[in-house]
Every structure is written in C-alpha cells, then in structure tokens.
C-alpha cells in the first residue's frame, strides 16, 4: 500500500507520519517511511538546493517544477517502487498533488506541463492520499516556531492559500484517491480518522 501525505506548512504531517508508521510496525507490517521532494540521497541534494534561501539568482518557477520531477523520478525507482514489489507499506511525506499545489495553484504554473511530467514520469499513484487541512495562518505560525524558513515557508499567506485551495481542488475531483482530514483536530483525533480511512480501503 503507498499513501501518501499532503497539506501546507505546519498542519502535522509529521505527527500523523509517525504514528502511522509506529501502528504498521506494530502490526508486524514492513513500512517504509520516506518524502518528497527527497528520499535518496540525490534527491535528498535537489531537495537541498530547491528549499535553500542562499541563492544569488531567483529560482524561475520551471526549474522549480522541473527539480521536483527529478528528485521525484530518483525517488520513485531506487525506494517507492522496489518497496512496493517487495510487499512493503510506503509512508510518503508529499508526492505529487504537491506539485499541483504548489507550482500549479501557486506559482501559476499551466496544469499541461504538471500533466506532461505526470504522464510520463509517474508509474505509480498513491492508494490513499490524506490532504491535513487547516486555516493556513494557523499552520504558519506553527511553522514560525519552528526557527528558519525555508524558501516555501517564506512565502505570503495569499501564496498558501492558492496552495491550500489547490489541494481543494484535487479533493473535489478524486474523492476516492484523496481524503481529507481535519487538521484542527487533536493528533490523536487525526491519527483516528486516518485509520477508519485506512481500514475502510482494505
Ligand atoms: P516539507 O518538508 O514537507 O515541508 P513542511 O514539512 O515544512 O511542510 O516539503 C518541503 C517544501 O517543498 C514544502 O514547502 C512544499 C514544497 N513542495 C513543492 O512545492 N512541490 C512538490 O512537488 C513537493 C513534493 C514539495
């Protein structure tokens, strides 16, 4: 099973992460915890100059699309799909209706070109993909206090909310692949809902 994980800045993504890969291990179940962009150790390098602050020159936002495809295909054959073969369970922290939030909805990229690298690039989409919704300024601040910024954290609240109304979007055309979860939510609650989702597709 490969589900994956959405949602802006600081909605616990990380939280609910965890708790899921503890409940699979528990359940004897071989789970791999991975994210995007990153997850190999190249990827792990596109990832580095795709969030760093410390550029000479503004990163145009193809490039940007394009970084996240590569680190993405990296990350597709040497870790999501030999797992899969091999029966594991994979964790993914984002995949790519973040691409479609983020550098469609956001950035204002055209969807062709999302679909292009999807059609292409994408063997396999996720069983399951929880989009972590909550108001946007609340996820901001939480990501605040976390310390430095990335370069995505630095954007305005009007970016994250093209970004936020991106992953409504997806909701609403594949409510089968996508479900939502209340982020507002306590983490136990989250991790709950989560679960009865999980349950219910096998
Ligand atoms: P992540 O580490 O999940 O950020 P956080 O845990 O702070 O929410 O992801 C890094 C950033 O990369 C995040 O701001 C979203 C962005 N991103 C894209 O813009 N497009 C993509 O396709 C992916 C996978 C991530």
New binding site residues.
């Given amino acids: 099973m490969f589900i994956s994980f959405e ?5 616990g ?2 939280t609910l992460i965890r708790s899921l890969y503890e409940y699979f291990q528990q359940q004897g179940q071989d789970v791999v915890l991975t ?4 997850g190999t150790p190249m990827a792990e390098q596109i ?1 580095s100059l ?2 760093s602050v410390n550029h000479d020159e503004q990163m145009s936002n193809d490039t ?2 394009l970084l ?2 590569a ?2 295909a990296q990350h597709l054959e040497q870790v999501i799909l030999p797992a899969l073969q091999a029966g594991k369970v994979v964790l993914c ?11 469609c909805a ?2 204002g990229l055209s969807r062709e070109k999302l679909q292009l690298l999807n059609d292409n690039f994408v063997v396999k989409m996720p069983d399951i993909t929880f989009w972590l919704d909550a108001p946007t300024e609340l ?1 901001m601040s939480r ?1 605040r206090e ?1 310390g430095a910024l ?4 630095q954007e305005k609240v009007s970016f994250f909310e093209k ?1 936020r109304s991106g992953f409504a979007e997806i909701y609403q055309n594949e409510p089968l692949r996508m479900k939502r979860l209340d982020a507002t939510q306590t983490p136990e609650q989250v991790f709950k809902d989560a679960l009865e989702q999980i349950q219910h597709k096998l």
């Avoid at 949602?7 to 909605?11: I, N, P, R, Y």
């Avoid at 994210?35 to 990153?38: A, I, Q, S, T, V």
């Avoid at 922290?93 to 550098?103: G, K, L, V």
């Fill in positions: 949602g802006t800045e600081g909605v993504k990380t994210r995007e962009p990153g990832r795709l969030l940007e699309l996240m495809y680190a993405r922290d984002r995949f790519t209706d973040s691409s479609f939030a983020y550098q956001g950035r996820g990501a976390r990335d370069r995505f954290e970004v």
